[in-house]
């Protein structure tokens, strides 16, 4: 057992925010951590890191527990390359292996069997399993499998300090993958990575050897990686067996059943007290009347169930439609600085579609899209009436030094207070927030009046940069509601698959400097894709299988050659399979006596120690001489 909490409780300033958390995490736990923005998940988060102590209760961990953590927003600041940073993972791995080669060399080094020689071989062979043991020979293959997988296989020699604060914390994600903690705790992991380097994390979780511990708001990723949900909702936690999909199921079910058991105790309770109401004065009654009090004084009281906070509700609406044609562009270029993003690309987007853009990080994405919202490029076409509501990732409109309720006030300056408060609390900003600074609220916050901001500019085209980045489960899908009822034109740049496949008509993807659109949304997406890929399969093939014909065709025309360069041919190919073979012979013959050299009745035996050596050395020198006659041959 790694942790067990026991009626574990905290808050803010008297203020309690987490009540009576009873929970165990286990050796290879997967668990998934839901709840609304506020509930206390990034809190807990902090107490088990023990940034914080807890008011009450029992947070017990055990001895020595190996923890890495990646938060929403945490990277590297280093001068050092990503290939040097990350290959500070395996200083050990490192120094066993140089410890190894100098061993070696000093047992190569000795002339005779003398407890000198012993004690290496004694040390070379507690050293050789240590290795084994840590798999330090494969350090540079999983070093370079995780950065290439996570998006950085072009990009080993650049430094830390020069990347995108995204960039960053992705690489502090694969530090932590590499390091393999006994328990790894994500706090929204998938918000900086694309489509690619989600499906690379999600496989890679699927084999990690230690417990995974995940704040999420991306349902398709919880469905992946874990297998216990725990949710945060009114103070309490909750357990849930099972992915984010069977969560839901299981927490409708657990919801009626509460219902029902409640209005079962009400009925019941109504019954007997108008029984008592009715009788209790009646001599004939009196005595069934006590009866029915003893039972309901005996009844277990069943509370009301508690409703979960209500979510936030979006609406989007405009006032005048746009013509039938709302955004167009052809044979567009798009550079940012020297890098070409998109060569010769098209879109055409009609009223009432909803696409979404999709592409690999640094693409091109967000570029485009804030190309579109600057109007000043004569090559992109918006149609007549359309006016553009935009939504920026990074929430950089909003005036930090502004007040909640003057940010969405000042846009609208012939309203009322009340009506620009009613505005925030439907966007889910409660009291407390509304003369906060905007610079105060956290990320789910300020994304949230960001799209009170966006409902307010009352735009016939969205264009929405990542909206759903810091949403809770909940203002997700809220706003997935609002946009598939919105009958305007939208265009979303967006990683959250779920999202995609509630909202987008079809998908716009950017990848290899161009722009191919496919109809039908995500799932239509995916299909093609799968198509795509079966289809260049079956080209290679086709490619592979018209290559050997075409040498076929060569080896025929040979066979006209005159005697003499047949006979030569001939030799030539019987040269490179005799060498071949003894190449062959001389590397099974190497490996076997490596082999030997390592086991403690060779090592330690000096004599047979330095016949293997010697063997070795002519092994060596026969192969550098194989290797030269084969490369002439060929």
């Not at 009301?304 to 167009?328: G, H, I, M």
């Not at 609390?425 to 409660?430: E, N, V």
């Not at 610079?439 to 085209?461: C, I, T």
């Not at 073979?581 to 390592?598: D, G, M, N, Q, W």
Request: charged fraction near 30%; glycine fraction near 6%.
């Amino acid at each position: 057992m790694l942790i067990t909490s026991e009626n574990l409780n905290f808050g803010y300033a008297g203020e309690p925010l987490l009540e009576n958390l009873t929970f165990s995490l286990n050796e290879n736990d997967r668990v998934g951590v839901v709840g609304g923005n506020g509930e206390g998940k990034t809190t807990l988060i902090r107490l088990i890191l023990g940034e914080l102590t807890p008011d009450g209760g029992v947070l017990f961990k055990k001895n020595g527990l190996k923890i890495g953590y990646l938060p929403q927003n945490g990277g590297y600041d280093s001068e050092a390359t990503a290939y040097e940073e990350m290959r500070g993972v395996f200083g050990e791995d490192i120094r066993l292996l140089s410890a190894l080669r100098e061993i070696e060399e000093a047992i190569a080094a000795c002339t005779s069997h003398d407890r000198t020689f012993n004690e290496l071989s004694a040390k070379y062979e507690s050293l050789n399993k240590r290795i084994a043991a840590r798999d330090s020979y494969n350090y540079e293959v999983r070093l370079k499998t995780v950065l290439n997988g996570m998006g950085f296989a072009d990009r080993y020699e650049q430094k830390i300090s020069t990347m995108s604060g995204g960039e960053k914390t992705r690489l502090k994600l694969c530090r932590l993958l590499l390091e393999s903690p006994e328990l790894l705790i994500l706090d929204e992991p998938t918000n900086h990575l694309d489509l690619k380097t989600t499906f690379f994390l999600e496989d890679y979780l699927s084999s990690y050897k230690g417990a995974i511990f995940t704040v999420s708001h991306d349902r398709f990723f919880l469905d992946k990686t874990v297998r216990t949900i725990y949710e945060i909702e009114n103070r309490q936690l909750s357990v849930f067996r099972g992915n984010y999909t069977a969560y839901k199921k299981l927490k409708a079910e657990k919801t009626a059943r509460a219902e029902k058991e409640y209005e079962k105790y009400l009925e019941e309770t109504k019954k007997l007290q108008d029984y008592i109401d009715r009788n209790r004065v009646r001599a004939t009654t009196a005595k069934s009347a006590q009866s029915r009090i003893k039972k309901l004084e005996g009844m277990e009281t069943v509370e009301k169930p508690l409703l979960p906070p209500a979510p936030p509700r979006f609406a989007f609406t405009y006032d005048v439609p746009p013509y039938e044609n709302v955004l167009e562009f052809d044979d567009f270029t798009l550079q940012a600085g020297e890098k070409v993003l998109l060569q010769n690309a098209s879109l055409s987007l009609r009223r009432g579609e909803k696409c979404a853009l999709m592409g690999e990080n640094g693409t091109g994405k967000s570029t485009l899209v804030k190309e579109i919202v600057r109007g000043k490029n004569r090559a992109i076409r918006l149609g007549r009436f359309v006016k553009i509501g935009y939504y920026d990732q990074e929430n950089a409109e909003l005036n930090g030094n502004e007040t909640v309720i003057g940010e969405l006030w000042g846009r609208r300056v012939l309203s009322d207070q009340t009506s620009v408060r009613k505005d925030l609390a439907q966007a889910g900003l409660s009291e407390e927030d509304v003369y906060k600074n905007v610079s105060e609220l956290s990320g789910g916050e300020r994304a949230k009046l960001a799209l009170a901001v966006l409902e307010n500019e009352h735009g016939n085209f969205l264009i929405l940069d990542e909206p759903t980045n810091h949403l809770d489960l909940p203002a997700r899908e809220s706003l997935e509601r609002a946009l598939q009822k919105f009958d305007g034109t939208i265009l979303i740049v967006s990683h959250d698959r779920y999202f995609i496949e509630a909202v987008a008509g079809e998908i716009a993807e950017i990848e290899n400097q161009s722009l191919t659109l496919y109809k039908g949304g995500y799932e239509a997406y995916l299909a093609a894709k799968r198509d795509a890929a079966l289809e260049a399969n079956k080209a290679k093939e086709e490619a592979e299988k018209a290559a050997y014909l075409a040498e076929r065709e060569r080896k025929k025309r040979n066979s006209h050659q005159s005697k003499e360069e047949r006979a030569a041919e001939a030799q030539r190919r019987q040269k490179i399979a005799e060498t071949e073979k003894r190449i062959t012979a001389l590397e099974e013959e190497e490996s076997v006596l490596t082999e030997e050299i390592s086991t403690p009745e060779i090592a330690q035996n000096y004599e047979e120690l330095q016949k293997r050596c010697v063997r070795l050395e002519k092994i060596h020198a026969e192969l550098n001489d194989a290797y030269a006659e084969y490369e002439k041959l060929i």
